[in-house]
């Protein structure tokens, strides 16, 4: 698939997400929505569970910075180079990666007073749509 709107759909997609990813491992702290979440402070959380929640960000931001690469470098070189095993496995990384997100945040904005950015997963998940809809059309006119 060497269509130049899904590279580049699917390329958003994963700097967005490797994005993500860069951010939650910077973080020294929770995120702001996941204090307004459990209604505490940073500084009130014992320093135990601070440790812990810190722990759970970094696992959860290394899992989207490697997954936001994973579907750079297939987007990047075999995709480009039109290996078509490319067409399911790029898109399937991504939804793997983003819909379980989405559906997270949207139970963290319900149950809670939080106020998750939900608006980003399901951005990353429209790419996613945007671009197996755009190599389905492909495909269908034999494009490559």
Known sequence: MKNRSVLFLYGL?????????VLYLAMPTIMPYHMDAIQTPWQDIPPLYQKLFLALLKAAGAGYLAVGAAWAIMT????????????????????????????????????????????????????????VVVTVISVKKGEK
């Not at 559906?103 to 990353?124: D, E, K, M, Q």
């Open 76 to 131: 990047a070189i075999p995709m480009r180079r039109g290996e078509r095993w490319t067409l399911w496995a790029v898109p399937l990384t991504g939804f793997i990666a983003q819909a379980p997100l989405f559906a997270i945040t949207l139970y963290v904005r319900f149950s809670t007073p939080a106020h998750p950015p939900w608006i980003f997963p399901l951005a990353v998940l429209g790419l996613i749509a945007a671009g």
């Open 13 to 21: 997609g994963a700097v967005l997400t490797m994005g993500m990813g």
